[in-house]
């Protein structure tokens, strides 16, 4: 028995693809920005294997003409990033012996197909396999010291502010120097 697809239920997968493809760009940005700087990624590989085996299966399901790159990285080391553009772009080279080859699904209509599919799930795992593979991408780069922990300096410049107000601004300057004179 099939259930009715609800405005709510579109709008949500609609949410769920829109964070999927976000954690996926950011991925491959970060990722194209460590192969440049030569960067060893460890673990790279099974995160990657992870990622493309979740790409592959949702985009088989949404776009089932579509002729898709092996999944497999010891075959296709570059698996993962040709699937995340399919699913970013939802365009994929279709099967020419396909009769309903006419194109790829447009963008637009995955959300209904999602839910239809009952692949919410399988979005969500996507969002979250990319989100790790972007953060052991994050933290290769610096550790390699090709990048900047920018978290940190923003909490040192944060902290740092902090203390200044309250010195300056508070009266715990004049209160330290009150204190210290009062020992002497």
Known sequence: ????????????????????????V???KRRAL?????VVVPGRAAIEQDLAAKLHALIAEVMPDAHLPNADLRSNPSAA????????????PVMQSS?????AVPPWLWPALIV????LTITTAIKTAADVAKDAEEKACIRAGACT?????????GVTAIV????????????????????K
């Open 116 to 119: 239809g599919g009952v692949l």
């Open 81 to 92: 990033l040709e699937l995340a553009q399919i699913a970013v772009t939802g365009k994929a």
């Open 164 to 183: 200044w107000f309250a010195w300056k601004e508070l009266g715990l300057g004049e209160t330290v120097r009150g204190l210290v004179k009062g020992r």
């Open 34 to 38: 460590n192969d440049q700087r030569g």
């Open 1 to 24: 028995m099939t259930q009715a697809m609800t405005k709510a239920d579109m709008t949500r997968a609609s949410t769920e693809l829109a964070a999927m493809r976000g954690s996926l």
């Open 26 to 28: 950011r991925w491959a």
């Open 149 to 157: 922990d920018y978290g940190f300096w923003l909490k040192a410049g």
């Open 99 to 103: 009769p309903s080859a006419m194109g």
